[in-house]
């Protein structure tokens, strides 16, 4: 049976993928096998290694999900700063929102 | 005139609907705007099954065969069961949120934002 | 093998037998709440099996027309009508088909995931009866030709999901949640009714096919479309009037969440189904195609843009949601806008249409899969803020890899399902105007990005201390999680197979309004 898919201008073949990625596993077990085979539990060789420095408390070493894309939302603060505040949590200013893009139809449709 | 008498209640109370809906900031009186949307648009559908010399659509002992259209009555029934239902759930959505937040005002029922 | 009753009568059962177990689920809850679960769970399989058989008899034998209270199941038009087809038909064509199979797979997958999700909570006579009656609202919503049905069924899932919305009042907040959820509803059903008066006031129809068939592009032809689109686009949360999703879904319980998912996507199966089939080439299709497109491209930057940010976990996903309808408003709309021209429907206007469609049934999957893993987690942790959570990767190993795959479908990463239906829009929208595609291609990287965001925040990291105790989620929970995971990847392993046997007829379908006027006004 057919595998691929064609859209009207390029084809996706799944199998081809699962080929390549089956090459990338193999690659990946060839390095893996080729570490060290034992250690000791409990001692330093399964803790972190930061440089030879005391690993952090576990809280203070999580960055929380709120600063992870910091930057990206202060790059794009003009865009957010006009967004976010639109969300306000008032149901009839979402009715509003509802009569304001059917009216941006009418004239839209109607008119043209 | 008198013809379109009707047809000029449903675009007044449309007009009272929607204003109801967005200048209020009490949820009971938005409840009762949707009401009041809802049963403008009902009594659209009734007018427009009304022929004039027609008689009720009932057929049993009736003085004459020519009828109004029975059908947008029916469709306002279900119409009407189905706005019971909404003014309910609304209804009591507001009792419960009077409960707990201690407001009915829609400015200040604001937990969920962004 | 299968009896002559279910042959003739499977489309109305579809509908009845959930309905009416919903309706008895508060009397048997009554006696044994072990009862309670089997009774719903029997429902559910029961339902999804009756709908996977209809979609198969529709996809075999073409179209299935069903009269309620005729003589023979499909005398559409009686000959005393003198032409017309009276009484409530229910027209299913490829395009219902489609949806049929939506609803018999996630609908099942929640409910097996539900019985152990929601199982310790009160008020449970209530919840399972609002279920099923959601349920069926959405079968009927998607396989019905007349367009007052459509309207009754639309209303029924507004309440029933507002309710199932509102189900856990704690604080209040899924309250107001569903509060907002159900206003707007409303006004999108007044405006539906709207329409229906509209057209029944012109052309005396409310059939479907018989209104396609009346149908002059008049004024208030065009004031009708106008509300329809209005309407039906607020109910599938296409931005700006998106801003009811992220409350609605965040506050919901998880399995409701997962088919509130199935009961947007219907809405837009009607907004689609009344554009293409009501109206056809009547109307303007360069211009409510870009329309279309238009929603399309907001819904799906400002959905992904303002997930980014968002600490809960849900909310975040809700985000997602709207952006990937984006996605199926700009495919359809695509192929709309190329209505009338043959040329180029051949060229990529079908490829659009498929890939929008794809993307229907592909997203149901994989969102369905993502909240039902992040409500898997909710119910170990205790908390929706991803701020606290962290580590968990450590205890919950496959609802790690449930989520792992359900974030790669929805960034659009080979092999998965999202890649196929995503490779059809880009490569279609590109030829029709480049634009389009550079926007959807950059969605697509965003919701890796974001999605990257939650895997590090909740999966990965240390141990927290006070996660220690977190086991991972209870079997009926996996076992829903697991049925949509293995679908994930089947369809992204067989894309062609998948778009040849059911998408290319529901696109065809679509596109193809005499098929559908033959079937009912042709005669029996």
Partial sequence: MALTLSTGSGFWNPVVWLIAIAVVVVVVYLVWRRGEAGYTAG?????????GNAEPAKKVAQMPASNLYWGFTEALSGYYSRVVPAHTGIVTDYLLWVLWVTAALFLLVVIT | MFANLPYLTV???????LSIILLKRNMVKVTMGLNILTSAVNLLIIVLGYREGGIAPIYTLAPQTYMVLPTPQALCLTSIVIGVATTALLLSFTMVIYRKYGTVNVAEMRELKE | MIPQFLWDHAPAMTVAVPLLAAFLCPLIGKFTATGRKAWVLAAAAATSALALFTAWRVYTLGTWVYVFGATVPNLSVPPDSGGIPIRIIFEVDAMSALMLVIVAIVGFSVILYSLSADGKRSGLEGYYTLFLLLIASIVGMVSTGDLFNFFVFFEISGLASAALVAYRVEAGRAVEAGLKYFVVSTLAGIFMLFVIAILYGQYNALNIAMLASRMQFTMLDKIALVLIIGALATKAGSVPMHFWTPDAYALAPSSVTALLVVASQASLYGLFRLIFTLYNLSLNAATVGWVLIILGVLSMFVGVTMAIPQKDVKRLMAYHAISQTGYMLLGVGTGLAVLGNVAMLDAFGRMA????????????IYKGLLFLTAGAIIYRVGTRDMNRMGGLGHRMKWTMIFFMIGALAIAGIPPFNGFASKLMIYESVYLFNPVLAIIAMVVSIL???????????????????????????????LWGMGILAALVILFGLFPQQVVDSLITPAANALLDQSGYLASILGGA
């Fill in chain 1, 43 to 51: 001692s330093a060789q399964v803790k972190p290694f930061i440089s």
């Fill in chain 2, 11 to 17: 675009v007044v109370l449309t007009v009272i609907g």
């Fill in chain 3, 353 to 364: 249409m498929e890939g929008g469609i794809f993307h229907i049934i592909n997203h149901a």
């Fill in chain 3, 447 to 477: 919701t890796l990005a974001s999605f990257v965001k939650v895997f590090h925040s909740i999966f990965m990291g240390p141990q927290l201390p006070e996660y220690e105790h977190v086991e991972e989620a209870p079997t009926a929970m």
